[in-house]
Antibody, heavy 120, light 108 residues
Framework: EVQLVQSGAEVKKPGESLRISCKAS????????IAWVRQMPGKGLDWMGI????????RYSPSFQSQVTISVDRSIDTAYLQWRSLKASDTAMYYC?????????????WGQGSLVTVSS | DIQMTQSPSSLSASVGDRVTITCRAS??????LNWYQQKPGKAPKLLIY???SLDSGVPSRFSGSGSGTDFTLTISSLQPEDFASYYC??????????FGQGTKVEIK
């Protein structure tokens, strides 16, 4: 069974760093892209970026380039989303999702979400 | 970058109503368009991929159509469990994506 299990809720102060995780199981981790999606409170879905665990090829949305870093650890089938210096505006739910390509690319499995709260 | 514009941003409908949501791309995306449903507190769920292919287990009252720049998601007879938010997503600019801003379907 394919599963993406994300790390738990985080409460941080502005300026702090953070890394959240997305652990994959039930499939070949290196064969499928993993995307990260932000959802701010009461708002829609924002695509942040995507990584191919097989070779760490990473693409970012222009809105998030230089704001976050996406990485993987192939030894433990885990993808990461990282901030060096959090802002209050980073408060949101963050989802990881597996991309599959059949006719087109879409997200077939999603993590349960990681809630990040940034407040002084 | 490809921009996706959904309309309406919200709608009120009754059980049994036919509901149509549209999504327009800022440039042609062929049929590289997917639709997701999201309920409060839950991760999005795929409904339709490739503009009109129903994902496994999705009720047949959901359908998608369109190609190029204009796409439609139709719910033929709205059910109580369909009250949710719906998002279109383009995947033409592979591997990058763009989501529409969403449509919230509420009970009238």
């Amino acid at each position: 069974e394919v599963q993406l299990v994300q790390s738990g809720a985080e409460v941080k102060k502005p300026g702090e760093s953070l890394r959240i995780s997305c652990k994959a199981s039930g499939y070949s981790f290196t064969s499928y892209w993993i995307a990260w999606v932000r959802q701010m409170p009461g708002k829609g879905l924002d695509w942040m970026g995507i990584i191919y665990p097989g070779d760490s090829d990473t693409r970012y949305s222009p809105s998030f380039q230089s704001q976050v870093t996406i990485s993987v650890d192939r030894s433990i089938d885990t993808a990461y989303l990282q901030w060096r210096s959090l802002k209050a505006s980073d408060t949101a739910m963050y989802y990881c999702a597996r991309r599959i390509d059949i006719l087109t690319g879409y997200a077939d499995y999603w993590g349960q979400g990681s809630l990040v709260t940034v407040s002084s | 970058d490809i921009q996706m514009t959904q309309s309406p941003s919200s709608l009120s409908a009754s059980v049994g109503d036919r509901v149509t949501i549209t999504c327009r791309a800022s440039q042609t995306i062929s049929r590289h368009l997917n639709w997701y449903q999201q309920k409060p507190g839950k991760a999005p769920k795929l409904l339709i991929y490739g503009a009109s292919s129903l994902d496994s287990g999705v009720p047949s009252r959901f359908s998608g159509s369109g190609s190029g720049t204009d796409f439609t998601l139709t719910i033929s007879s709205l059910q109580p469990e369909d009250f949710a938010s719906y998002y279109c997503q383009q995947s033409y600019s592979t591997p990058t994506w763009t989501f529409g801003q969403g449509t919230k379907v509420e009970i009238k």
